[in-house]
């Protein structure tokens, strides 16, 4: 039997597989960057990813469509923050349209000049190292040139369309 070259017609529709995607709790990342001009960029994303140890990589979604693509498909170099629990406020923030995103946030410049979140749980900033164009989405690989992470700090997790600053604890 010869195996199909390409998959099958979805069974359901756009709304469908958002509901079922919003099952799998994730974390919440504000990547960070500088454009051309040294203008701040960020946004929420919670397509975040490791993909190996040697060479540290890691990845990230953005939609093909966003504003802020070209910043990210020229940029040279971001920063992936994680946010923590007590980051509600900058989740929301930076996934706000027509605001300044960055307006009162505590941030330092990273190694390459990408903005460093201050109070994120854990902090890769990377070098672009490559991109892929699939459906409605740009899958960027980030080589992970520096890394740190707050001692203690609790994740922030987001389920089902909502945030969670608590993990519930239920039968082991």
Excluded at 3 to 19: G, V
Excluded at 29 to 55: H, K, M, Q, W, Y
Excluded at 70 to 87: E, K, T
Excluded at 128 to 146: A, K, L, P, T
Aim: hydrophobic residues 45%; neutral net charge.
């Amino acid at each position: 039997m010869t195996p199909p070259r390409r998959a099958a017609a979805p069974t359901f529709s756009s709304l469908q597989f958002r509901q079922a995607l919003g099952m799998f709790a994730t974390g919440v990342t504000v990547v960070t960057a500088r454009d051309a001009d040294g203008r701040l960029i960020g946004l929420t994303a919670n397509s975040f990813n490791s993909v190996s140890l040697e060479p540290p990589l890691v990845l990230w979604s953005l939609a093909l469509r966003a504003g802020s693509m070209p910043v990210f498909a020229r940029g040279s170099h971001y920063a992936i923050n994680i946010l923590a629990a007590d980051q509600v406020e900058l989740a929301e923030r930076f996934a706000s349209k027509n605001v300044d995103r960055f307006a009162g946030v505590a941030w330092r410049p990273g190694l390459a000049g990408a903005p460093v979140l201050e109070g994120a749980a854990a902090v890769f900033e990377c070098f672009n190292r490559s991109q892929y164009e699939e459906g409605d989405h740009v899958i960027f690989v980030g080589e992970v040139e520096h890394c740190t992470r707050r001692e203690g700090a609790s994740p922030l997790i987001f389920h089902g369309g909502r945030y969670y600053t608590e993990l519930p604890l239920g039968p082991r």
